[in-house]
């Protein structure tokens, strides 16, 4: 079993930056592909960001492209999601995920074996 606890989500205004952080245990954080989905109110769950076990390719939505970083640290088990020019489209909870197998699996809900409590980011304008 993984446990995933997020932190770092808060209140900010629209343009400004967070980072939000995932600290994974209870498996080798190598073995999985990392991502970060959200979820606004009244809407689905979308997948944010991806990356893969050893940090060499990522992958993003297209709504948060040049905006949001995605990078992990295997060795201190944990995952990153920098988060820039904030838009008020933005707030939703969000949720660090993890998942085993091929890299397509973070990409969607169905693949995601692990998942953290979630985190609350609110952009005002």
């Known amino acids: 079993q993984m446990r995933l606890v997020e932190s770092g989500g808060g209140l900010v205004l629209a343009g400004g930056s967070l980072r939000l952080s995932c600290a994974a245990s209870?498996?080798?954080?190598?073995?999985?592909?990392m991502g970060w989905f959200r979820q606004a109110p009244g809407e689905e769950r979308e997948s944010v960001a991806g990356?893969?076990?050893?940090?060499?390719?990522?992958y993003y939505a297209d709504s948060v492209k040049g905006r949001f970083t995605i990078s992990r640290d295997n060795a201190k088990n944990m995952v990153y999601l920098q988060m820039n020019s904030l838009e008020p489209e933005d707030t939703a909870v969000y949720y660090c995920?993890?998942?085993?197998?091929?890299?397509?699996?973070?990409?969607?809900?169905?693949?995601?074996?692990?998942w953290g409590q979630g985190t609350q980011v609110t952009v005002s304008s």
């Open positions: 995920a993890a998942a085993a197998g091929t890299f397509n699996n973070i990409k969607r809900e169905q693949g995601v074996d692990y």
């Open positions: 209870g498996r080798n954080l190598r073995n999985y592909a």
């Open positions: 990356i893969t076990g050893g940090g060499l390719a990522r």
